[in-house]
């Protein structure tokens, strides 16, 4: 399972309503359109079981911390 999560803006509250532990989506693409400027979601995703692994454009891409680095190359390759 991916999940791609665009809703400007809205990303926290949609998280805080998607349980990541439960569903487990192997790979997460988040827009953030602060392109890091704002902590906020780095510090929410920092608790979770994800590893950020690279930008596109002004999405972060996260994967699964049981599968990096494995993915991380993968996805950056």
């Given at each position: 399972?991916?999940?791609?999560?665009?809703?400007?803006?809205?990303?926290?509250?949609?998280?805080?309503?998607?349980?990541?532990?439960?569903h487990r989506p192997k790979v997460?693409?988040?827009?953030?359109?602060?392109?890091?400027?704002?902590?906020?979601?780095?510090?929410?995703?920092?608790?979770?079981?994800?590893?950020?692994?690279?930008?596109?454009?002004?999405?972060?891409?996260?994967?699964?911390?049981d599968l990096a680095p494995e993915?991380?190359?993968?996805i950056t390759a």
């Open positions: 399972m991916r999940a791609v999560i665009d809703v400007e803006g809205g990303e926290i509250p949609l998280l805080d309503g998607f349980d990541l532990r439960d997460l693409l988040v827009e953030d359109n602060a392109r890091g400027a704002d902590p906020a979601l780095a510090d929410y995703m920092s608790d979770m079981p994800y590893t950020q692994v690279a930008w596109l454009k002004v999405n972060r891409v996260y994967v699964r911390a993915w991380a190359d993968r």
